[in-house]
């Protein structure tokens, strides 16, 4: 069955740097755009980065460009968030999830992981 | 970028009413637009993509409709584990993937 687990979560420091991923199993993570998803607490989903199946394509929010890395080894079947100097207002659960492509282009988050939590305090 | 709005916030409601929750988008998105529940502490779930198509193993009582800047979610009769929040989601942008703020469903 597929599955999506986050790790590498925790405290932060201001202007620090940390590298979230996701490990992927029971689907060809290869032929799989990936996105991470992110909600601070208490609050709604906000869309971080995707990237595409072969690695090729990445977008961000636009205020997450410049701050956030997203990469993808499809040798490991790994998703990676690396946060660079982040601020207090990026605490949040982060979510990795995988994106579907229907018939007439439709897509979707299909799965989701459980979440790494993230604090950025000092 | 486009916007999502959804309207109510919140809502009280009562097991067995019907519900309908609303989102509206900033720009005409076609039907590019998914529907996700999620309950406390937990990842949310895919309900509804391409504003009306069910996602398999998601009951019959929820329903979608809606194309260009209006859609609505619908729950026939509300049951104890529908209690959750609800998230309407662009899938049009090629670049950006907006959510809308979320509607919780509370016990009345």
């Known amino acids: 069955q597929v599955q999506l687990v986050e790790s590498g979560g925790g405290l932060v420091k201001p202007g620090g740097s940390l590298r979230l991923s996701c490990a992927a199993s029971?689907?060809?993570?290869?032929?799989?755009?990936m996105s991470w998803i992110r909600q601070a607490p208490g609050k709604g989903l906000e869309w971080v980065s995707y990237?595409?199946?072969?690695?090729?394509?990445?977008y961000y929010a636009d205020s997450m460009k410049g701050r956030f890395t997203i990469s993808k080894d499809n040798a490991e079947n790994s998703l990676y968030l690396q946060l660079i100097s982040p601020r207090a207002e990026d605490t949040a659960v982060y979510y990795c999830?995988?994106?579907?492509?229907?018939?007439?282009?439709?897509?979707?988050?299909?799965?989701w992981g459980q979440g790494t939590l993230v604090i950025v305090s000092s | 970028d486009i916007q999502m709005t959804q309207s109510p916030s919140s809502l009280s409601a009562s097991v067995g009413d019907r519900v309908t929750i609303t989102c509206r988008a900033s720009?005409?998105?076609?039907?590019?637009l998914n529907w996700y529940q999620q309950k406390p502490g937990k990842a949310p779930k895919l309900l509804i993509y391409?504003?009306?198509t069910l996602q398999s193993g998601v009951p019959s009582r929820f329903s979608g409709s809606g194309s260009g800047t209006e859609f609505t979610l619908t729950i026939s009769s509300l049951q104890p584990e529908d209690f959750a929040t609800y998230y309407c989601?662009?899938?049009?942008?090629?670049?950006?993937?907006?959510f809308g703020q979320g509607t919780n469903v509370e016990i009345k």
């Open positions: 029971g689907f060809i993570f290869s032929d799989y755009y």
């Open positions: 720009q005409s998105i076609n039907n590019h």
């Open positions: 990237i595409s199946a072969s690695g090729s394509s990445i």
């Open positions: 999830a995988r994106r579907r492509t229907e018939a007439g282009g439709h897509w979707f988050f299909d799965y």
């Open positions: 989601q662009q899938s049009y942008s090629t670049f950006t993937w907006t």
């Open positions: 391409a504003a009306s």
